[in-house]
């Protein structure tokens, strides 16, 4: 079990780093990096006190020795200096296992504060070298922080969820063991563990309490793991072939070195982790598995993946293609659990269902629906594990369907220990099933609410091989296409209003088209009232939770909001200009209906009812508008696809929107006005055309980020006098009046353009100063500070070169700048990552919702 004291340290190293890196992946590298680092230093001082000698630190190596970093005569930056050159240099060490060296590959310092390593170092020394358990629990506990690499669509899977699947597959000293998308390599460490305790004396299977095994306890209640389970059951030879039986694929560098750390810090010396690409790759294709456990990454890239010729399923979808490998990669006797998204569980697309035929035939023994919010924080996408197994599918005509609707912890972003846990009692049913299905008795096998047995006839006779447990409970029909239903059949229909004289200055918040945005939140920077009393004797337009909003007349129409818990007011009113949707009906679900209507399906449907000129509005005939009506079970699982969606954008959308770098500034460092670095150069303005030879750059063209913009590009022709105010690539130039007044543009491009006269060019004197460096630093806050202060005019700003030439900037060494100028480009890869996630997701959900209308 993880000790406090260790808990304690790694969470200070982490609130250490946060501020200078506040990436949770790249703080467990720097943690990572620097404990093994600390661990090498500690096995040779332990071969010393032996009386042997060093065997990690030595020759040209031997200054770079952890113990060298903490002597009192050395000063920060020298310290600073030293620490960041060992670990660039350690995958080169030759006296370090080629583990180590993976280990260190690529590895650097991602900044440059003295203070802040020092601080982090001193955490670092307090740890211990050991081989314990206590030690690689302390290592998954650093890796629980990471829970999403978004972009992949990876989300760690909860450990209490990995060992509930182990104990479900039950894999043997004897059998190969495989995770073709390992990550942190979690399954194939609960599943050595899992061997280990069941070849252990002391293991008593009726007795031992599982990691998600809790019964009436909350899993923080419980200590696991607690007698120490040696495995001293298997021979030499036995441990030898099981480490070596244990095998795992990632694409990620990041996460192969993360989990060869984790496997190493567990017992297994040489981990067989590889870097591989699972989908595109065929050199491991004939490499075959008794046991496959995984969750594969969920998403696929934009386009989809281009797999080789080899899967029996044609797609391009990254969910399907892993799957389908699992499948195919078991031995003839093999088994598997795997964790997969809805998609795979009912989407209609032939892929989709020619991967749910051929394993319904030939493979599916069991799906397990886990709730909604197992991956919270980090997605609320909503799952399922299905259980593969090629003996026991032989054997019965039947498929097991399970849910779960509770495992030990709330579903809110926290995820609190709870004392209310399913996962006891359907690993007894599981264990009870494949007993039943060897001794050909599930004829009394007892089904509940939440376990149910669907023969295979049943599932495959709509062709769809759909695996939703829902579908085949009794009394429930399932259409394969959905039912369309009018809005009036669904909801009331009804819109407020507003007293004589209109909205007042206080009162009850009054809604108009206005305080709705275009992406269904709310804009209260302008708020109109109406009074309390009027408010009180309204009869309609009273907002309740759950319902959806549309503008009803003016040039927005058909813009939708949806009143929720999460609104920024709990007590409002519509005024007349919108229409409130209210549900009625139990077959429809509010922010189901909301999302159908606000997709680009449901807004041209809205529009057919528009009437009037070009402002215009719709009416009360918006009632006879049809929309798509599936099931509430499928209403159900879009909405939690959808909202998974959403968190993925909103928490995108924060890190794009709120990132600014930050210059840590030595006190050492030059403080330098710009008119000693550059010469300015004011532009000069010609007629813009739409079509010409050159590019014509003008204030509107740089965005708030500093950024060239592509919408209405403009041109003049070669002949013109401007074409003396030329920028190539690499060169700058900052405008000095309007909207955007300060805001310098890197110009990044190929071919040269021309600069009109409201922007100034700066040369700088390169052998003092790089200029992306200066760029860097007017995104900062410091430089948005000093521009304020500087400018100049009243309703329209200037920012002219007398203003500009008395910036005050840090100007570090050229060596230093051109590591803060790689430091920020890492950084901006991160937050274009972030802006292509949001578009990824964005048009995940159109085209979940297209496919409901059938489009």
Same mark, same amino acid.
């Not at 209003?497 to 009162?507: F, I």
């Not at 529009?607 to 000129?613: E, H, M, N, P, S």
């Given at each position: 079990?993880?000790?406090?004291?260790?808990?304690? &340290?790694?969470?200070?190293?982490? %609130?250490?780093?946060?501020?200078?890196?506040?990436?949770?992946?790249?703080?467990?590298?720097?943690?990572?990096?620097?404990?093994?680092?600390?661990?090498?230093?500690?096995?040779?001082? /332990?071969?010393?006190?032996?009386?042997?000698?060093?065997?990690?630190?030595?020759?040209?190596?031997?200054?770079?020795?952890?113990?060298?970093?903490?002597?009192?005569?050395?000063?920060?930056?020298?310290?600073?200096?030293?620490?960041?050159?060992? $670990?660039?240099?350690?995958? #080169?060490?030759?006296?370090?296992?080629?583990?180590?060296?993976?280990?260190?590959?690529?590895?650097?310092?991602?900044?440059?504060?003295?203070?802040?390593?020092?601080?982090?170092?001193?955490?670092?020394?307090?740890?211990? !070298?050991?081989?314990?358990?206590?030690?690689?629990?302390?290592?998954?506990?650093?890796?629980?922080?990471?829970?999403?690499?978004?972009?992949?669509?990876?989300?760690?899977?909860? &450990?209490?969820?990995? %060992?509930?699947?182990?104990?479900?597959?039950?894999?043997?000293?004897?059998?190969?063991?495989?995770?073709?998308? =390992?990550?942190?390599?979690?399954?194939? $460490?609960?599943?050595?563990?899992?061997?280990?305790?069941?070849?252990?004396?002391?293991?008593?299977?009726?007795?031992?309490?599982?990691?998600?095994?809790?019964?009436?306890?909350?899993?923080?209640?419980? #200590?696991?793991?607690?007698?120490?389970?040696?495995?001293?059951?298997?021979?030499?030879?036995?441990?030898?072939?099981?480490?070596?039986?244990?095998?795992?694929?990632?694409?990620?560098?990041?996460?192969?070195?993360?989990?060869?750390?984790?496997?190493?810090?567990?017992?297994?010396?040489?981990?067989?982790?590889?870097?591989?690409?699972?989908?595109?790759?065929?050199?491991?294709? +004939?490499?075959?598995?008794?046991?496959?456990?995984?969750?594969?990454?969920?998403?696929?890239?934009?386009?989809?993946?281009?797999?080789?010729?080899?899967?029996?399923?044609?797609?391009?979808?990254?969910?399907?293609?892993?799957?389908?490998?699992?499948?195919?990669?078991?031995?003839?006797?093999?088994?598997?659990?795997?964790?997969?998204?809805?998609?795979?569980?009912?989407?209609?697309?032939?892929?989709?269902?020619?991967?749910?035929?051929?394993?319904?035939?030939?493979?599916?023994?069991?799906?397990?629906?886990?709730?909604?919010? *197992?991956?919270?924080?980090?997605?609320? #996408?909503?799952?399922?594990?299905?259980?593969?197994?090629?003996?026991?599918?032989?054997?019965?005509?039947?498929?097991?369907?399970?849910?779960?609707?509770? %495992?030990?912890?709330?579903?809110?972003?926290?995820?609190?220990?709870?004392?209310?846990?399913?996962?006891?009692? #359907?690993?007894?049913?599981?264990?009870?099933?494949?007993?039943?299905?060897?001794?050909?008795?599930?004829?009394?096998?007892?089904?509940?609410?939440?376990?149910?047995?669907?023969?295979?006839?049943?599932?495959?006779?709509?062709?769809?091989?759909?695996?939703?447990?829902?579908?085949?409970?009794?009394?429930?029909?399932?259409?394969?296409?959905?039912?369309?239903?009018?809005?009036?059949?669904?909801?009331?229909?009804? +819109?407020?209003?507003?007293?004589?004289?209109?909205? *007042?200055?206080?009162?009850?918040?009054?809604?108009?088209?206005?305080?709705?945005?275009?992406?269904?939140?709310?804009?209260?920077?302008?708020?109109?009232?109406?009074?309390?009393?009027?408010?009180?004797?309204?009869?309609?337009?009273?907002?309740?939770?759950?319902? *959806?909003?549309?503008?009803?007349?003016?040039?927005?129409?058909?813009?939708?909001?949806?009143?929720?818990?999460?609104?920024?007011?709990?007590?409002?009113?519509?005024?007349?200009?919108?229409?409130?949707?209210?549900?009625?009906?139990?077959?429809?679900?509010?922010?189901?209906?909301? /999302?159908?209507?606000?997709?680009?399906?449901?807004?041209?449907?809205?529009?057919?009812?528009?009437?009037?000129?070009?402002?215009?509005?719709?009416?009360?005939?918006?009632?006879?508008?049809?929309?798509?009506?599936?099931?509430?079970?499928?209403?159900?699982?879009?909405?939690?696809?959808?909202?998974? !969606? /959403?968190?993925?954008?909103?928490?995108? &959308?924060?890190?794009?929107?709120?990132?600014?770098?930050?210059?840590?500034?030595?006190?050492?460092?030059?403080?330098?006005?710009?008119?000693?670095? =550059?010469?300015?150069?004011?532009?000069?303005?010609?007629?813009?055309?739409?079509?010409?030879?050159?590019?014509?750059? &003008?204030?509107?063209?740089?965005?708030?980020?500093?950024?060239?913009?592509?919408? %209405?590009?403009?041109?003049?022709?070669?002949?013109?006098?401007?074409?003396?105010?030329?920028?190539?690539?690499?060169?700058? *130039?900052?405008?000095?009046?309007?909207?955007?007044?300060?805001?310098?543009?890197?110009?990044?491009? +190929?071919?040269?353009?021309?600069?009109?006269? !409201?922007?100034?060019?700066?040369?700088?004197?390169?052998?003092?100063?790089?200029?992306?460096?200066?760029?860097?630093?007017?995104?900062?806050?410091?430089?948005?500070?000093?521009?304020?202060?500087?400018?100049?005019?009243?309703?329209?700003?200037?920012?002219?070169?007398?203003?500009?030439?008395?910036? $005050?900037?840090?100007?570090?060494?050229?060596?230093?700048?051109?590591?803060?100028?790689?430091?920020?480009?890492?950084?901006?890869?991160?937050?274009?990552?972030?802006?292509?996630?949001?578009?990824?997701?964005?048009?995940?959900?159109?085209?979940? $919702?297209?496919?409901?209308?059938?489009?």
């Amino acid at each position: 079990m993880l000790d406090t004291e260790t808990k304690r &340290r790694i969470d200070t190293a982490r %609130d250490i780093l946060v501020g200078k890196v506040p990436d949770p992946k790249s703080q467990v590298e720097q943690i990572t990096i620097a404990l093994i680092y600390k661990f090498m230093d500690d096995m040779d001082l /332990q071969s010393e006190e032996l009386g042997g000698e060093r065997s990690f630190f030595k020759g040209e190596f031997e200054k770079y020795a952890w113990r060298k970093i903490f002597d009192p005569r050395m000063g920060g930056f020298e310290i600073l200096n030293l620490y960041s050159e060992a $670990i660039m240099k350690m995958d #080169v060490n030759p006296n370090i296992p080629q583990l180590f060296r993976d280990i260190f590959k690529n590895a650097y310092l991602p900044y440059r504060d003295p203070e802040t390593l020092k601080t982090f170092l001193k955490v670092i020394n307090d740890f211990t !070298y050991d081989h314990s358990e206590r030690l690689g629990d302390a290592f998954e506990y650093l890796l629980s922080v990471l829970g999403s690499q978004g972009e992949a669509g990876q989300f760690r899977t909860p &450990r209490h969820i990995i %060992d509930f699947m182990v104990a479900i597959i039950d894999p043997k000293k004897d059998e190969v063991i495989l995770d073709p998308a =390992c990550g942190t390599a979690g399954f194939l $460490i609960s599943s050595y563990k899992h061997i280990i305790k069941t070849n252990s004396t002391n293991y008593n299977p009726k007795a031992d309490t599982r990691m998600f095994e809790t019964k009436d306890l909350s899993l923080s209640e419980i #200590v696991i793991n607690s007698k120490n389970y040696t495995g001293d059951k298997l021979t030499p030879d036995e441990r030898s072939r099981l480490a070596n039986n244990i095998k795992g694929y990632d694409i990620s560098p990041d996460m192969v070195r993360l989990s060869l750390v984790n496997m190493y810090l567990h017992g297994l010396h040489a981990p067989h982790i590889y870097e591989y690409d699972t989908l595109t790759s065929e050199d491991n294709w +004939n490499e075959y598995g008794d046991v496959i456990l995984a969750n594969p990454p969920f998403m696929s890239p934009k386009g989809g993946i281009r797999p080789h010729k080899r899967f029996l399923i044609t797609s391009s979808r990254s969910e399907v293609l892993f799957v389908d490998y699992i499948a195919e990669h078991l031995t003839p006797n093999g088994r598997a659990a795997v964790i997969v998204p809805e998609g795979i569980i009912f989407q209609s697309g032939t892929a989709y269902k020619n991967l749910r035929k051929m394993l319904v035939e030939n493979y599916l023994v069991g799906v397990i629906s886990l709730p909604a919010g *197992v991956f919270n924080p980090y997605s609320g #996408v909503k799952t399922s594990i299905l259980w593969l197994d090629r003996t026991l599918a032989k054997k019965t005509d039947k498929i097991l369907f399970v849910k779960i609707k509770n %495992d030990g912890f709330d579903l809110g972003a926290q995820r609190r220990p709870i004392k209310l846990n399913d996962l006891p009692s #359907v690993f007894q049913n599981v264990y009870e099933y494949k007993i039943k299905i060897v001794l050909n008795k599930l004829f009394d096998y007892e089904t509940t609410s939440n376990i149910n047995l669907v023969s295979i006839d049943e599932i495959s006779k709509s062709g769809e091989y759909n695996l939703s447990g829902e579908r085949y409970k009794a009394g429930i029909v399932y259409s394969t296409k959905n039912k369309f239903a009018t809005i009036g059949e669904l909801c009331d229909i009804f +819109n407020g209003s507003r007293p004589k004289g209109g909205a *007042v200055t206080e009162g009850v918040l009054s809604i108009g088209g206005e305080h709705i945005n275009y992406n269904g939140s709310f804009n209260l920077e302008n708020p109109r009232y109406i009074p309390i009393e009027y408010f009180k004797n309204l009869g309609k337009g009273k907002l309740e939770f759950n319902d *959806v909003l549309i503008v009803k007349d003016g040039a927005t129409t058909g813009k939708m909001g949806f009143f929720d818990s999460r609104s920024p007011f709990k007590v409002a009113a519509v005024n007349e200009h919108v229409f409130i949707f209210r549900k009625k009906s139990t077959e429809i679900l509010p922010y189901y209906l909301y /999302q159908i209507l606000r997709s680009e399906n449901g807004k041209n449907e809205i529009l057919k009812f528009k009437v009037g000129a070009a402002v215009g509005g719709i009416n009360l005939n918006i009632k006879n508008l049809k929309i798509p009506l599936p099931p509430i079970s499928i209403q159900e699982e879009i909405v939690a696809e959808i909202e998974s !969606y /959403q968190k993925i954008i909103d928490g995108a &959308r924060q890190v794009v929107e709120n990132y600014k770098p930050r210059i840590d500034i030595d006190p050492e460092w030059e403080m330098v006005e710009l008119g000693e670095l =550059c010469e300015l150069t004011y532009g000069y303005t010609d007629t813009a055309l739409n079509e010409g030879e050159i590019r014509f750059i &003008r204030i509107t063209d740089i965005s708030e980020k500093g950024e060239l913009r592509d919408e %209405d590009v403009k041109f003049i022709k070669t002949n013109s006098e401007a074409c003396k105010c030329l920028i190539k690539k690499g060169d700058l *130039v900052v405008a000095r009046t309007g909207a955007t007044y300060g805001k310098t543009l890197y110009y990044n491009n +190929n071919e040269p353009a021309v600069y009109a006269s !409201y922007l100034i060019k700066l040369d700088f004197d390169k052998s003092r100063v790089e200029p992306l460096y200066y760029w860097i630093f007017t995104l900062s806050d410091d430089y948005d500070q000093q521009k304020s202060k500087l400018m100049t005019g009243g309703g329209q700003p200037q920012f002219n070169a007398g203003a500009i030439k008395r910036i $005050i900037i840090p100007l570090p060494p050229l060596n230093i700048q051109k590591n803060i100028i790689e430091h920020y480009q890492v950084e901006n890869q991160m937050i274009k990552s972030s802006a292509k996630l949001i578009e990824i997701f964005k048009q995940k959900i159109r085209d979940r $919702i297209a496919k409901v209308w059938g489009k």
